[in-house]
């Protein structure tokens, strides 16, 4: 079946750094790749839609400055968090759907914990 | 754009009760429903999903039905055991587009042995 991989599981930073958070597909090309974020207790609220050889759409209220996404292959989407604060942590999870032009069921890679002191 | 609703947000049960998780969706042009289970600290998983061209779905101890009239549809669970326990999040899709699915606030279910 198809399979996301995320990487890393956790990481723990300094507030002020940078982390940056792979997402690949692996046994399939992802032309489009989602990216989320998830609070404890709380349901995945999508940040943006990366787009492989274009910029990526972000939602309402979500810093394209601060959460830096490039999908720079079909198989590899990454997202920056920058400068990163206390607030920034959180659970982001990626997501990609194997069946290209039609409407399947969405697989996730395994989610990153990112904690910010 | 798509609204879910998802009803309730915690569910109790004890083991060999079903469980029953409703939800809701607002765009008549939604056509695809994938039901996820996600234990603590995991991704979400699929666990089943509907079409709109389908009333019923079932998989073992797992159905799911869809009232496309009303806009909505549930997750009916069967037999539940322990290790059913987990959060559910319903989603609802629309071809065309990205097909960006919709997600609902979850439902903690708990199984009581």
């Known amino acids: 079946g198809a399979v996301v991989s995320q990487h890393p599981s956790w990481v723990i930073c300094k507030s002020g750094t940078s982390v940056k958070i792979e997402c690949r597909s692996l046994d399939f090309q992802a032309t489009t790749m989602f990216w989320y974020r998830q609070f404890p207790k709380q349901s995945l609220m999508l940040m943006a839609t990366s787009n492989e050889g274009s910029k990526a759409t972000y939602e309402q209220g979500v810093e394209k400055d601060k959460f830096l996404i490039n999908h720079a292959s079909l198989t590899l989407s990454t997202l920056t968090v920058t400068s990163a604060h206390p607030e920034d942590s959180s659970f982001y999870i990626c997501?990609?759907?194997?069946?290209?032009?039609?409407?399947?069921?969405?697989?996730f890679g395994s989610g990153t914990r990112l904690t910010v002191v | 754009g798509e609204n879910v609703e998802q009803h309730p947000s915690t569910l109790s049960v004890q083991e060999g009760d079903s469980a029953v998780i409703k939800c809701t969706y607002s765009d008549s042009a939604s056509n695809y429903f994938p039901w996820y289970k996600q234990e603590l600290g995991k991704r979400p998983q699929l666990i089943i999903d509907?079409?709109?061209?389908?009333g019923e779905k079932k998989d073992q101890r797992i159905a799911v039905t869809l009232n496309k009239t009303a806009k909505h549809f549930s997750l009916h669970i069967t037999e539940t055991q322990p290790e059913d326990s987990a959060v559910y999040f319903c989603?609802?899709?629309?071809?065309?587009?990205?097909?960006?699915?919709?997600f609902g606030r979850g439902t903690s279910l708990i199984v009581h042995p």
């Open positions: 997501s990609a759907n194997p069946g290209t032009g039609n409407n399947y069921g969405y697989t």
């Open positions: 989603a609802a899709s629309a071809s065309g587009g990205s097909y960006i699915p919709t």
């Open positions: 509907i079409r709109s061209n389908v």
